[in-house]
């Protein structure tokens, strides 16, 4: 068993964890963490890696008036700030419109940056589903009922944008990526970059970064 944290289209590595752990949990009772996968991820672009964040705005919890950092997870709502679905479709399109792959998957994708949702939780969860959707992978998924702080294989602040922590059964095998011969591979960026890149040998990349204990 794992626990993960949602995650705005999560980095290669989360999405090894669903296939290397027979159950994962994920955590909608956990607080807000600022500047993780939570709401943000990190594609490949023509100047580097590019980090998109969707804007979050305040609940009306009396808790989370006081700090963001007081919220559940599941409690956190999205702002339209900046027209943000606009400006990070544009930027998929503009990283990865010649990625071998990316028309491929473009209709799976582009509803998410049209619709209007709520609670990041709540978008962050749809897109995972349409993932495995594409990755044709079936993870065995429950929600906790309450924030629990011990737990095994907790890798909710451990897989995160900034000083991840080491992992020894993750071990990024490297695949063919649009800007690559600029800037060398870049390893475990958001798991679109894997998508747009190598399609249907996504799963083969994913299952080849999982070292063996």
């Known amino acids: 068993m794992a ?17 290397e752990y027979k159950r994962i949990i994920i955590d909608s009772h956990e ?15 023509a100047n580097g890696i590019q980090s998109l964040t969707i804007p979050i705005e305040h609940p009306s919890s009396p808790h989370c008036q006081l700090s963001i950092v007081n919220c559940q997870l599941k409690d956190v ?16 399109v503009s990283a990865y419109g010649m990625s071998p792959f990316f028309e491929y998957y473009e209709d799976d994708f582009a509803p998410f940056y049209r619709q209007k949702y709520r609670f990041l939780f ?10 495995c959707e594409l990755l044709d992978i079936r993870p065995n998924i429950s929600y906790a009922d309450d924030y629990e702080a011990l737990v095994p294989n907790d890798f909710r602040d451990t897989i995160r944008p900034r000083r991840p922590t080491p992992d020894p059964s993750f071990h990024p095998q490297p695949y063919y990526q649009v800007f ?11 798991i679109v970059d894997l998508l747009f890149n190598m399609g249907p040998e996504s799963i083969l990349v994913l299952q080849n970064s999982i070292t063996k204990r």
Request: contains cysteine; charged residues 15%; hydrophobic residues 35%.
């Open 122 to 131: 709540d978008f962050n969860e749809q897109l995972r589903l349409k993932i």
């Open 3 to 19: 626990s993960l944290s949602s995650a705005y289209l999560a980095p290669v590595q989360y999405y090894c964890k669903l296939i």
């Open 31 to 45: 607080h807000y963490i600022k500047q993780t996968y939570r709401n943000r991820c990190q594609i490949a672009t």
């Open 77 to 92: 709502l999205i702002s339209d700030h900046g027209h943000w679905q606009h400006v990070h479709w544009q930027a998929l």
């Open 180 to 190: 690559r011969e600029k800037y060398g591979f870049q390893p475990n960026l958001s």
